[in-house]
């Protein structure tokens, strides 16, 4: 009983555990949950702030304590995270801001790049830099807006697209990887993590090759600055493009959504660009990329067994039990709480509001919203923008481009095969 208690108290699952009170004051009280206020000025703003900030202090305190880590300096930490994530979020909101579509994630990266590389970060300020901790739990919340009724609008064409541009863009990115002198391991993270869901799959690679790979963290860094421009550059080239290729609007949404749910490698980042090109284009992009993180747990297995079968000194033998253990548990999680706000929408238990939208599902959206912005504050501050260009990592920048510029081109061709063409046909 002790170790299976100990199991639970990895990141993964205290990150499920973090979430789940999020989502259930989402579910019973969304009236009474504060929104992130566009503007600093006034007394009802500024309550709203603290509010905010004491839910996310005491969801990282609880976390810290489940997971055995320092509690000394997080409020100070915290407090300077949560003002410049509160920062980007007041700037996203800005009308002029919005218009050009410029989200919340970009400014947090943002803020976070200038304070660490015009700056420092000093140590007060890095307990409370917990990246992967608040992604997992924007992640969680994320799936109580994704309804099973829009899943299944999906169907086997976004399981089929997902599958093929997993498969084809890892073996390429590999091959490529290889050619141009990036080692096995180094090169099997960074395919692992363009071809499934970035920063996630990416360290799931790195455990399953057995290794103690220096190239992890810059390869995580890489991925999570690439995905920045791409968060406005697939909807730029969809809305160009599309159109002169398909006529019924609806059809076009489908394809955007499938194309940048196919591309982007982060789960938030995919949320935030497909959000974008509008609520079906959204839909479909996060139902690919929720199908794609299914695959996490797929990968790591046939990289054992490849490993394994070359002799690789400290490979895993291949195994169900690796396939558990390598699955990141908190996109159960994801798919728990989407089972969940599922049946609650269809049992009629949430009603729409005026404007027939569920509160319920905006207030999880919200939750989500904030931790991924607190997310990218914490990536921007972890990151040197030197080491990305460093002559030592050419070869692996040069791979990840080339790669990432394929994945575009191919997840295109099969987004339009699946959802421009056979799709309506069967429809």
Known sequence: MKNFIEKL?????????????????????????PKVPSTLVGEVAWYGILQLFVVVL???????????????????????????????????????????GFETVFFSVLFGLIVRNAWHVPDWMKPAIQGEFFIKIGVVCLGATIFIDDVMKSGVFGLFQ??????????????YSRRSGVDRASAMILSSGMSICGV?????????????????PYIVSLILIIVVPMIYLMPWLAGTILPLLFDDPNVVA?????????????????AASSMISGEIANTHAMIIKGTQNVLIGVVPFFIALYLSTCGEKG?????????WEKFPKFIIGFVVESLVFSLLKNGQYFEPNESGKLLEKGVAK??????????????????????????????????????????????????CIMFGILKPMWA
Request: proline share 3%.
């Open 200 to 216: 996630s799959a990416a360290i799931t690679a790195a455990r399953a090759t057995g290794s103690d790979n220096s190239k992890l």
């Open 58 to 100: 005491v969801i990282l305190y609880a976390g810290m304590v489940m997971l055995r880590r320092p509690l000394k300096g997080l409020l100070p930490s915290l407090v300077f995270v949560f003002a410049v994530s509160l920062l980007a979020q007041v700037v996203a909101s800005i009308p002029m801001v919005k218009y050009y």
């Open 254 to 270: 489908e394809v955007t959504g499938a194309w940048i749910g196919g591309t982007i490698d982060t789960t938030s980042g995919v």
């Open 9 to 33: 108290r990895v990141e993964d699952w205290v990150t499920v555990w973090c979430a789940i009170p999020l989502l259930i004051l989402a579910a019973t009280v969304p009236e009474n949950i």
């Open 315 to 323: 490979a895993q033998k291949p195994s169900l039990g690796i396939v």
């Open 162 to 175: 997902a599958c093929m541009v997993v498969a084809i863009v890892w073996f390429f990115t590999y091959w």
């Open 366 to 415: 919200m939750f989500s919203t904030l931790f991924f912005s607190l997310a990218f504050v914490c990536i921007g501050l972890d990151t040197r923008l030197k080491e990305i260009i460093s002559k030592e990592n050419r070869n692996l920048l040069k791979s990840f481009l080339v790669g990432q510029t394929f994945n575009i081109v191919i997840t295109f061709i099969i987004a």
